[in-house]
């Protein structure tokens, strides 16, 4: 009975085995390319691109696969400043190709880099990021372009005056002098590099004096500037000259008691008194230094402006 069962129970334990123990699957080999992306920058200049300017960047990726897209990244100082979702186009040999580009608006340091994400048509690869830096041109007057615009809103965000338009006024000149004379630099009109980047920095700033003064007028005699003032913000400051030692402007707080339109006999264009005979006016000669009368002088093209600035009772605050 026993030699009987003994070849059943063999074929029972044969058809206990596992259909995969008995036979493993053959591997179906991947038919998806792997990706290889690389970039590189274009139009620098020593590893730096000047500000306003754009920024080319090309990319390849290989092999080459329709309809494929590309990300790049942009970065300024370590933050994303900008993501873009560019078409692959076909290159030579078995490369694509792909373009993208980012303008230049502040300081920092920038960085870029490109990522293929993994489909079901094509592997996924990135890369390194690549560095580059801003450089700032010397502005002058008569100057136009982007930079000159650019130029011109940060100085105008700080309250530093500075022409319309697309061009290097004397406008935006006498507001580099201010800006100079603010800052302690040698008092001229002339925007060289290093002035630039610190306006396009934000930097160099007017503090105001007397914050909870409202809408006021302040006038720094050891600055030789007149600043129009809403609470602690500077909205207009311009350049002036303020009396000489032999007849120097009264100091204190004063309003804007009394107007003169025009010119009058002593070459005073557009006097607005805050004290006797002492007025903020327009006059023919405006140095870097203090040379009037006592009264504060500005530029004969900023008076009519400054005129309509102020209000009748107005603050000013002298000092």
């Known amino acids: ?33 792997d990706a290889t992306v690389k970039i590189k920058l274009g139009k620098l200049d020593k590893g730096r691109a000047e500000i306003f300017s754009s920024v080319p960047v090309f990319g390849t990726i290989a092999p080459f696969v329709p309809g494929q897209k590309v990300q790049v990244d942009f970065f300024l100082d370590g933050k994303p400043l900008v993501s873009k979702k560019v078409k692959v186009s076909k290159g030579g040999g078995n490369f694509g190709k792909f373009k993208s580009n980012v303008v230049v608006r502040e300081d920092g340091r920038y960085t870029v880099s490109a990522t293929h994400e993994a489909n079901d048509e094509q592997g996924g690869d990135s890369t390194v990021r690549k560095l580059w830096k801003v450089s700032y041109p010397s502005l002058h007057q008569g100057e136009c372009g982007k930079a000159v615009v650019g130029f011109k809103q940060a100085m105008r965000e700080m309250g530093y005056i500075a022409n319309s338009g697309k061009c290097f006024g004397g406008k935006t000149a006498r507001g580099v002098l201010a800006y100079r004379k603010v800052n302690d630099m040698s008092r001229s009109m002339r925007a060289g590099a290093a002035l630039v980047r610190s306006v396009y920095a934000g930097k160099g ?61 002593h070459g005073m264009y557009y006097s607005f008194y805050f004290y006797g005979g002492y007025a903020v006016h327009g006059y023919e000669s405006v140095p870097d230094y203090p040379a009037s009368h006592g009264c504060l002088r500005t530029f004969i093209a900023d008076q009519p402006e400054i005129y309509n600035r102020i209000n009748f009772g107005e603050d000013i605050f002298i000092w």
């Open 205 to 265: 700033e007017y503090h105001v004096r007397y914050p909870n003064a409202g809408q006021h007028v302040e006038a720094p005699l050891s600055k030789q500037v007149l600043v129009f003032a809403d609470g602690d913000k500077p909205a207009a400051i311009y350049p002036i000259s303020s009396g000489k030692s032999s007849t120097p402007t009264v100091t204190g707080h004063f309003e804007f008691i009394r107007t003169e339109p025009g010119y009058n006999s």
């Open 1 to 33: 009975m026993i030699r009987r069962l003994a070849p059943i129970l063999a074929v029972l334990a044969l058809l206990a085995i596992p259909a995969a123990a008995s036979a493993a699957p053959k591997e179906v080999a991947s038919t998806i390319p």
